[in-house]
C-alpha cells in the first residue's frame, strides 16, 4: 500500500497503519506519568500502614482498613470511570480522574484521626479506580496494530516505577519521623497539577470522536499523527500485513451479550483473582515483615529491593506480548506468580524472602501488564471503555476483601497458608486466561 491510497482508508485503518512517532511516544509518557502517581499512592499507604501501626498504636485490622477504603472507592470508580469514558470521552475523565485523587491525598496528609483517614481513601480510591481502565483504552485505540500490546504493558509498566517512587518516598520520608506519612501524602498532591496537562496535551480517542459522530476533529488528530510520521521521515504505512478484524460485527450493548459473555466471565475472573493477590501480599508485605521482627527501616528497604524486580517483569511481558501473544504470555506469567508466591510463604531468611519477594514482583506485574493489553481488545468502540472499567471493578471487589483477610487468616494458620491461597488464585486466573481469544496482531472492533 502506498503512501497515496491513504484516502481509501478509514481513519482507524489509517492509525493502525502508521509507524511508531513522537506524537505515540508523548501519548504514552504523558498517560504512563499518570499511570506512575497512581501507583506511588497505592504503593506509598502499605508504607503508611506499617508506620501508623507503630505511630498511632493501631492494630492490624484498623489498618486494614485502610487500605480497604481506596479500594471500595476504587471498586466503584472503576466501574463509573469506564461508563464516563464511553459517554464523555477518554481524555476529560482522565484528567477529572487525576484532580480527583491528587487532591484528596494531599487533603489526607492533613487527616486527624483514622476515621477522617478512612473517609478520605475512599474518596482517593474513586480517583485512582477510574483513572486506570480509562488510559489503557486510550492506548489501545492509538497504538499501531502491530504493536498495541506492547505499547499497553509499556504504558504498565510506569506502575512500576510509581511503585519504585513509592518505595523510595516510603524508605525516606515515611520511615524518617513520625510525620513522614504526612509529608509522603503531601507528596501525593502532584497528579493534580499534572491533571492540567492532560487536559491540553494529549488528544482525545479518534475511535471515540468518531463513535460521537465528531469526525471533523477525529480527522484532524490522525493527520497531525500522519504529519509527524512524515516529518520524521516515515513511511505512513509501516504495517503492510493484511487486515485481519478482530472480530466479526457485535450487535447489542451489553458485555454479558451471548457473544461476549463467556470472555467477560474468564476476564472478571482474572481480575479478581490477581486483585485478591497482588493487594494481599504486597499491601502487607512491609508490616510483614515488621511483624517477622525486622525494623520499620529494614522493613522498607527490603520491600524497595523487592519492587525492583517489578521493571524486569514489565519489559520481559512487552516484548513477549507480541511473540508468544496475549493468552499465552498472561497465563505464563500467572503461573510463575503462584509458584513465586508460594516460596514466599515458605522464605525463613532474609536471602529467601528478597529472592522470592522478588520473582513475585517480576511475574505478578508482568500478569498485570499483559491483562491490561487484553482487556481492551475484547470490546467493540461503544463498549470498551464499559468493559474494561467492569472488569475492574468487579476486581476491585477481591481487592477491598483481601486487606481485612490477612489478620485473620495470619491469626489461624500463619504465613505460609496464606500466601497458599494467593498462589491458587494466581492458578485459578491462569486457568481463565487460557479461555479468552487471541487477538495478537489484529485490528481492534469498531
Known sequence: MTQTSASSLSKNERLDRLPVTSKHKKLLVGSGVGWALDAMDVGLISFIMAALAVHWNLESTQTSWIATAGFVGMALGASLGGLLADKFGRRHVFALTLLVYGLATGASALATGL?????????????????????????????????????????????????????????????ASDSGWRWALAIGMVPAAYALYVRLALPESVRYLEAKNRHQEAEEIV???????????????????????LDEAFEGSSIWSSRLRARTAALWIIWFCINLSYYGAFIWIPSLLVADGFTLVRSFSFTLIITLAQLPGYAAAAWLIEVWGRRVTLAVFLVGSAVSAGAFGLADSEVSIIIAGCFLSFFNLGAWGALYAIGPELYPTHIRGRGTGAAAGFGRIASIISPLIVPPILAAAGQPWLFVLFASAFAIAAIAAFTLPENKGKALAS
Open 115 to 175: 476515621a477522617v483517614l478512612i473517609a478520605l481513601r475512599f474518596i482517593v480510591g474513586l480517583g485512582l479506580g477510574a483513572e486506570l481502565p480509562v488510559a489503557s483504552t486510550l492506548i489501545s485505540e492509538f497504538a499501531p496494530r502491530r504493536i498495541r500490546g506492547r505499547m499497553v504493558v509499556l504504558l504498565e509498566a510506569f506502575w512500576a516505577a510509581g511503585w519504585i517512587a513509592a518505595a523510595i518516598i516510603g524508605t525516606f520520608v515515611v520511615g
Open 223 to 245: 493527520i497531525s499523527f500522519e504529519n509527524a510520521a512524515l516529518a520524521e521521515g516515515k513511511n505512513l504505512d509501516s504495517d503492510l500485513a493484511p487486515e485481519v478484524a
